[in-house]
């Protein structure tokens, strides 16, 4: 049972490159999320999608795009990335309803260092 | 805006010791609040959620409490033991959905 499984753990880039993080779960959550984290700072979201289909931005959505390409699978672009993406992404999945036996499900992070 | 702080930032104690970490939130209308683990270059791992109508969860050795009036959280965890080192974050939930919003953590190292 993996979970929330994210790629790659590291990447460099530099700036004006792109990339794709991807991220899948195997639990058949309908809701993913995006967030990531800087030193010092807590969680942000970036995205979420509700369910297959659907995506919204979250707190800090700039620079950033999602792409919901089935339940199992959710995937942020970087189209051209900026020093200030560098960062830890995280995954995570959950049913579409918060619940006490229901908790919110992380990958182990991406992190990403633009130069 | 909602706003959520941990204060401190890094706490040492000696193992054994019963210890709080500290959670407090700007916005009282809050839908939930959850803690959350962080061990180093992991995800975050779901300890215990409090819904707004309750006052505290128990899992173990943690204990949770929800003070909304007051904007208030603490993580109470009894006879601390190294395993439990780690980053502690709190998050507060707006609505039902997951969409959350984190204090910075705290970091904890419980020594042998």
């Known amino acids: 049972n993996a979970g929330v499984t994210q790629t790659p753990k590291f990447q460099v880039l530099k700036t004006g490159q792109s990339m794709t993080l991807q991220c899948a779960q195997d639990?058949?959550?309908?809701?993913m999320y995006w967030y990531r984290q800087d030193p010092g700072m807590g969680l942000r979201l970036i995205y979420y999608?509700?369910?297959?289909?659907?995506?919204d931005k979250g707190e800090v959505p700039n620079g950033y795009n999602v792409s919901r390409l089935n339940k199992r699978e959710f995937s942020l672009r970087l189209e051209s990335a900026a020093p200030s993406q560098t960062s830890v992404y995280f995954c995570?999945?959950?049913?579409?309803?918060?619940?006490?036996?229901?908790?919110?499900?992380f990958g182990n992070g991406t992190r990403l260092t633009v130069t | 805006k909602q706003e959520v702080t941990q204060i401190p930032a890094a706490l040492s104690v000696p193992e054994g010791e019963n210890l709080v970490l500290n959670c407090s939130f700007t916005d009282s209308a809050i839908y939930n609040l959850q803690w959350f683990r962080q061990d180093p270059g992991k995800g975050l791992t779901s300890l215990l959620l409090?819904?707004?109508?309750?006052r505290e969860q128990t899992s173990g050795r943690l204990n949770a409490s929800l003070d909304k009036s007051s904007g208030r959280s603490t993580l109470y965890i009894a006879a601390s033991q190294p395993g439990d080192s780690a980053t502690y974050l709190c998050a507060v939930g707006m609505d039902s959905s997951y969409k959350l919003i984190f204090g910075s953590g705290t970091r904890l190292l419980v020594r042998p």
């Open positions: 999608s509700a369910s297959e289909g659907t995506t």
């Open positions: 995570a999945s959950s049913p579409p309803w918060l619940a006490e036996n229901s908790p919110l499900h």
């Open positions: 639990m058949n959550h309908n809701s």
């Open positions: 409090i819904q707004s109508s309750q």
